[in-house]
């Protein structure tokens, strides 16, 4: 009878973890769906029914960075003082609203103020929380497959809604993409945002309900006053693991910025048509799915700034090869190979960023703080990349500007690689954490 009520209990513990994990995973990449998961894979379409610039959008990714920049900050340490799930929720209903209003096609005005209200709602009182969930969930012994499921499984969730999303659109459009209007795109894009914008929201509600009184999940929380808030950020900003997660981050996050145009890569300059190009991008995406656990495996097996290293190596390679311009319509192997080497490398770091904070001793109360500095800095790409690549394919059309593009990128990752190798040596292994 005691054995039954154990093994029940076990049973019964491990469904709760994942759940947990499944909701974690369903809110952690739904909340980017709309801001950007939907524009890199319709890059082509989103510049042609807005009536946007390379450049002009990179503007409204710059507007969500700056605000994104503020609520890093202040947003951290809301995550050590109230429960996730409220916090994200409520996140995910304020961003869902913003596609209702996106689906009006406001002016240039009106959607810059749009990803300024973006930033707030999915980085404000989402991102930390997030993070501080998984890093619980994990525990001491499994931060690698804890962000490695994490961030496998957002790959999964974006996988889907893009593949969802060029479903809605080629079932409205009836007749071929080439010779579809700009009014019949700008319908079918409609569809697309109505639908997602109801399914973020519906999983924003299911983050209650679902995980309602679960302690893991809902961790202690302290009530801290400003001293104590101000004297948590000053401990964190002293340990130097934090400082170089920064720069490994910044440049880590550079690579990521890059995948919004590898969509517009395949349909300039390799000649594919816009939904072709599309099903690239959300392709890409699945190939997330199964780097995020294997990098996570391994991350737990050797150590997460080992991978990191590696990664940045991988992330060089391809980016040289692209910025080299041997890549041409007549050599799509050369460009498939390259292509998802490349995603490789820069996939990989979405479950390294975090797992990393345990190797690098920062302690658990100070998760969401830590998270909130890193971040302030590490997600800085948001600012500054999207109207940096704006310029350099505006300025210079066709496949050189995409060059400049990966060319900037193979700079970053070199830095990132050195950062790297300095967080490996100051961070001794099978140490007490």
């Given amino acids: 009878m005691i054995s039954f009520t154990v093994n ?11 759940i947990q994990i499944t909701l974690l995973v369903l809110a952690g990449e739904a909340i980017f769906i709309l801001p950007f998961v939907l524009a890199r894979i319709f890059r082509p379409t989103v510049l042609d029914v807005f009536k946007l610039t390379n450049l002009e959008l990179g ?17 951290g340490s809301f995550a050590d003082k109230y429960q996730p799930r409220y916090l994200m929720a409520i996140s995910l209903i304020f961003t869902a609203l913003g596609g209702i209003y996106m689906s009006t096609y406001p002016s240039f005005f009106g959607l810059t103020m749009l990803y300024g209200y973006w930033g707030f709602t999915t980085i404000f009182l ?16 499994q931060q690698g497959i804890a962000f490695g499921l994490l961030d496998g499984g957002r790959g999964l969730v974006s996988f889907v809604f ?22 019949e795109r700008k319908q079918a894009y409609t569809y697309v945002l109505l639908i997602c914008s109801g399914i973020i929201a519906f999983i ?8 309602k009184n679960d302690p893991s999940i809902e961790m202690t929380v302290e009530k801290t006053t400003t001293h104590q808030l101000l004297k948590k950020y000053l401990e964190v900003i002293k340990i130097p693991s934090v400082w170089l997660l920064m720069i490994i981050i910044l440049c880590a996050y550079t690579g990521y910025k890059i995948t919004d145009v590898h969509s517009q890569y395949a349909n300039e300059v390799m000649g594919y048509n816009e939904s072709d190009a599309a099903a690239i991008g959300s392709n890409l995406l699945g190939i997330r799915v199964l780097i995020g656990i294997a990098v996570g495996l391994l991350a737990d097996k050797t150590r997460s700034s080992f991978m990191m290293m590696i990664c940045f190596g991988i992330s060089i390679v391809g980016s040289l090869i692209f910025a080299s311009g041997v890549i041409a319509p007549n050599t799509s192997m050369l460009f498939w190979f390259t292509i998802i080497s490349l995603a490789t490398g820069v996939y990989a770091f979405r479950t390294l960023y975090f797992s990393a904070i345990q190797e690098g ?3 658990l109360q100070v998760t969401g703080t830590a998270v909130g500095l890193i971040s302030l800095i590490g997600f800085t790409p948001d600012i500054f990349m999207g109207p940096a690549m704006g310029f350099l394919i505006d300025n210079s ?3 050189l500007g995409f060059q400049k593009v990966f060319l900037m990128l ?7 690689l050195l950062a790297s190798v300095v967080f490996y040596r100051i961070n001794k292994p099978n140490r007490t954490l």
């Fill in 8 to 18: 029940s209990t076990i049973i019964l513990s491990k469904g709760k973890k994942a």
């Fill in 59 to 75: 503007t409204c990714f710059s507007v969500y960075g700056t605000v994104a920049f503020v609520s890093y900050f202040f947003g």
């Fill in 126 to 141: 989402f991102w930390a929380a997030m993070i501080k969930a998984t890093r619980v969930w994990g525990g001491k012994l």
């Fill in 162 to 183: 893009g593949w969802l999303g060029i479903l809605i659109f080629s079932w409205v459009i009836v007749d071929e993409i080439e010779t579809a209007t700009l009014l």
């Fill in 204 to 211: 924003g509600v299911l983050l209650i309900v679902l995980i």
């Fill in 361 to 363: 001793e920062i302690p």
């Fill in 397 to 399: 059309p066709g496949e």
């Fill in 410 to 416: 193979a700079i970053f990752a070199l830095i990132g």
